[in-house]
């Protein structure tokens, strides 16, 4: 199997694969990545984690269901963030006979019930846990000799997502550990993105792809509730060095964004968001959503810059030139045949840069246009390079290709992940429950495909209107006795223009069936 797909169509002819070659880097090859027949995170995840923003203390089920609340409201969930959930945040312990069990002081409803909610506002459920014996606080306890048991409780708890630090591990191996975590995974049996967060012990880089989606590449990138910008760019140059590792399924995490927290101008948050769009980072906020500025809202809701970080192809862009204090990035080819260049500059004052076509993969003799990711403007045709003026501490993220459409790759948005159906009676019924999925890109996507092997109890129908798609689950309680009924439904589609694998759409259905009689 290929390490990367690469789309079938595209590239003109113009555009010499030679040229492209040298404006890659000579790096060791890419691990060999596990098996993407999960569908899961064949682009970067997007969503938002408390740690950055409220450390521990704060974190509770208010916290959590006002920031998945202010997701839906801010309009982050409609530029595709969607995972959600406590980062440590005492959220369970071990029981006496060796069970994870919810914290219900500060989780009232219980962590299925918490991630009920999530689902039920077209968001995803993330949860955290450690590798070790404890979690970093020591709050909570790690999942060393309970991987088994753990990661059924995550299944249960319908988490879609899972980060696993690596604290209090003294002794372990990490390449075994978190390999032995997949398998408990797998043996769970509920897909999920796997988050690997070793800090860079191990170089995860070199063999993390063969078990996980993605993996922290550095320390963290701030202290919590203190936004460090310096620190940031130092894990940004390290992760920048890493981009031969990075693909659909398989990402590089330089850590949890600081876009918005105190501290940072608006320039240097367009910076950062930039730098991880052009890296492929997983676009996962952590500033307190609850309160964000029009000028944060902006940055991070911006769809063509969100187009660039999830790009079907996947690539990981890096630095090609460096002028003084000014950066030119490039490497990142796009599922339409474009390039991404960004100009980044760190210095402070007004930097103008000349960007020639060879050194961001591009013929020289090109005639292209540019399209200015920030200003929402199109330039061009540009012969042979393009020059731009970066403001202080300030990028200018370009899309270069050779005509004037620039599609946004496709942006997922569904009105729930949940649907829950409930019957009264020995009666058979037909119930029926109804979800939309909606695109948010640029393009119409064909219908989604449903995978078969649904219970006897469940069948979907999917029709299509223009960019929005309704998928219709109906239940039939024909011979079914009373209890609960659970089954999750996985839906296929692909991104029309590149012919590449999207991924995969999951949701749970529940089918709760009672044959009470009497009285009220
Ligand atoms: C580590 C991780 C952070 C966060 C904290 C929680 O430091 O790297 O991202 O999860 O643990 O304690």
Same mark, same amino acid.
């Given at each position: 199997?290929?390490?990367?797909?690469?789309?079938?169509?595209?590239?003109?002819?113009?555009?010499?694969?030679?040229?492209?070659?040298?404006?890659?880097?000579?790096?060791?090859?890419?691990?060999?990545?596990?098996?993407?027949?999960?569908?899961?995170?064949?682009?970067?995840?997007?969503?938002?984690?408390?740690?950055?923003?409220?450390?521990?203390?704060?974190?509770? +089920?208010?916290?959590?269901?006002?920031?998945?609340?202010?997701?839906?409201?801010?309009?982050?969930?409609?530029?595709?963030?969607?995972?959600?959930?406590?980062? +440590?945040?005492?959220?369970?312990?071990?029981?006496?006979?060796?069970?994870?069990?919810?914290?219900?002081?500060?989780?009232?409803?219980?962590?299925?019930?918490?991630?009920?909610?999530?689902?039920?506002?077209?968001?995803?459920?993330?949860?955290?846990?450690?590798?070790?014996?404890?979690?970093?606080?020591?709050?909570?306890?790690?999942?060393?000799?309970?991987?088994?048991?753990?990661?059924?409780?995550?299944?249960?708890?319908?988490?879609?997502?899972?980060?696993?630090?690596? &604290?209090?591990?003294?002794?372990?191996?990490?390449?075994?550990?978190?390999?032995?975590?997949?398998?408990?995974?797998?043996?769970?049996?509920? /897909?999920?993105?796997?988050?690997?967060?070793?800090?860079?012990?191990?170089?995860?880089?070199?063999?993390?792809?063969?078990?996980?989606?993605?993996?922290?590449?550095?320390?963290?990138?701030? +202290?919590?509730?203190?936004?460090?910008?310096?620190?940031?760019?130092?894990?940004?140059?390290?992760?920048?060095?890493?981009?031969?590792?990075?693909?659909? !399924?398989?990402?590089?995490?330089?850590?949890?964004?600081?876009?918005?927290?105190?501290?940072?101008?608006?320039?240097?948050?367009?910076?950062?968001? $930039?730098?991880? &769009?052009?890296?492929?980072?997983?676009?996962?906020?952590?500033?307190?959503?609850?309160?964000?500025?029009?000028?944060?809202?902006?940055?991070?809701?911006?769809?063509?810059?969100?187009?660039?970080?999830?790009? /079907?192809? !996947?690539?990981?862009?890096?630095?090609?030139?460096?002028?003084?204090?000014?950066?030119?990035?490039?490497?990142?080819?796009?599922?339409?045949?474009?390039?991404?260049?960004?100009?980044?500059?760190?210095?402070?004052?007004?930097?103008?840069?000349?960007?020639?076509?060879?050194?961001? =993969?591009?013929?020289?003799?090109?005639?292209?246009?540019?399209?200015?990711?920030?200003?929402?403007?199109?330039?061009?045709?540009?012969?042979? $390079?393009?020059?731009?003026?970066?403001?202080?501490?300030?990028?200018?993220?370009?899309?270069?290709?050779?005509?004037?459409?620039? /599609?946004?790759?496709?942006?997922?948005?569904?009105?729930?992940?949940?649907? $829950?159906?409930?019957?009264?009676?020995?009666?058979?019924?037909?119930?029926? =429950?109804?979800?939309?999925?909606?695109?948010?890109?640029? +393009?119409?996507?064909?219908?989604?495909?449903?995978? /078969?092997?649904?219970?006897?109890?469940?069948?979907?129908?999917?029709?299509?209107? =223009?960019?929005?798609?309704?998928?219709?689950?109906?239940?039939?309680?024909?011979?079914?006795?009373?209890?609960?009924?659970?089954?999750?439904?996985?839906?296929?589609?692909?991104?029309?223009?590149?012919?590449?694998?999207?991924?995969?759409?999951?949701?749970?259905?529940?089918?709760?069936?009672?044959?009470?009689? =009497?009285?009220?």
């Amino acid at each position: 199997m290929p390490l990367r797909r690469r789309p079938t169509i595209i590239l003109g002819v113009a555009f010499a694969s030679l040229l492209i070659a040298g404006a890659l880097r000579a790096q060791s090859p890419a691990p060999r990545p596990h098996d993407t027949t999960d569908g899961l995170a064949l682009t970067p995840p997007m969503g938002w984690y408390p740690w950055n923003e409220f450390g521990q203390e704060p974190q509770n +089920e208010k916290l959590i269901k006002e920031t998945a609340d202010a997701l839906v409201s801010s309009g982050l969930k409609e530029a595709g963030y969607a995972y959600v959930g406590p980062d +440590e945040g005492i959220c369970f312990f071990r029981d006496a006979s060796g069970e994870l069990t919810p914290n219900l002081e500060r989780y009232p409803s219980g962590l299925r019930g918490l991630g009920d909610y999530i689902h039920e506002r077209g968001l995803k459920y993330a949860l955290y846990t450690d590798a070790g014996t404890r979690t970093c606080s020591k709050a909570m306890p790690g999942t060393k000799d309970h991987e088994f048991e753990d990661m059924a409780a995550f299944a249960a708890w319908r988490a879609d997502y899972l980060k696993v630090d690596w &604290c209090n591990t003294e002794g372990q191996d990490v390449v075994k550990t978190y390999a032995k975590l997949h398998e408990a995974l797998a043996a769970a049996g509920r /897909p999920l993105v796997y988050s690997l967060c070793s800090w860079g012990v191990g170089k995860p880089w070199e063999w993390a792809a063969s078990v996980g989606h993605l993996w922290r590449t550095t320390g963290d990138i701030c +202290e919590p509730g203190k936004a460090d910008l310096d620190r940031a760019m130092k894990v940004a140059a390290a992760n920048e060095k890493l981009s031969e590792a990075a693909g659909p !399924g398989h990402w590089n995490d330089p850590d949890m964004m600081i876009v918005g927290m105190d501290g940072l101008s608006e320039a240097q948050n367009r910076s950062f968001f $930039s730098l991880w &769009c052009m890296m492929a980072a997983p676009l996962m906020a952590g500033n307190d959503l609850r309160k964000m500025t029009p000028s944060t809202m902006r940055i991070l809701t911006n769809l063509e810059a969100i187009g660039i970080d999830q790009d /079907p192809l !996947g690539m990981q862009g890096h630095i090609v030139r460096r002028d003084g204090k000014v950066e030119i990035w490039a490497g990142k080819r796009l599922f339409d045949g474009s390039q991404a260049v960004l100009v980044f500059n760190r210095g402070a004052t007004p930097a103008r840069a000349q960007v020639a076509w060879p050194e961001v =993969g591009i013929a020289e003799s090109a005639a292209m246009y540019a399209r200015n990711l920030w200003t929402h403007q199109t330039s061009g045709p540009h012969r042979g $390079s393009i020059s731009v003026v970066a403001g202080p501490s300030d990028v200018v993220l370009l899309r270069i290709s050779k005509g004037e459409a620039f /599609p946004v790759p496709p942006i997922i948005v569904a009105s729930s992940y949940r649907v $829950s159906l409930r019957a009264n009676g020995p009666a058979a019924l037909k119930l029926t =429950g109804a979800l939309t999925v909606k695109n948010n890109g640029s +393009e119409d996507l064909p219908p989604w495909r449903v995978r /078969p092997g649904l219970p006897s109890w469940l069948t979907v129908a999917v029709t299509k209107n =223009g960019k929005s798609q309704t998928l219709t689950n109906t239940v039939s309680t024909a011979g079914l006795k009373q209890g609960l009924y659970h089954a999750m439904v996985r839906a296929d589609n692909t991104e029309p223009i590149s012919g590449l694998p999207m991924s995969a759409l999951y949701y749970d259905v529940d089918l709760e069936i009672t044959h009470s009689t =009497g009285g009220k």
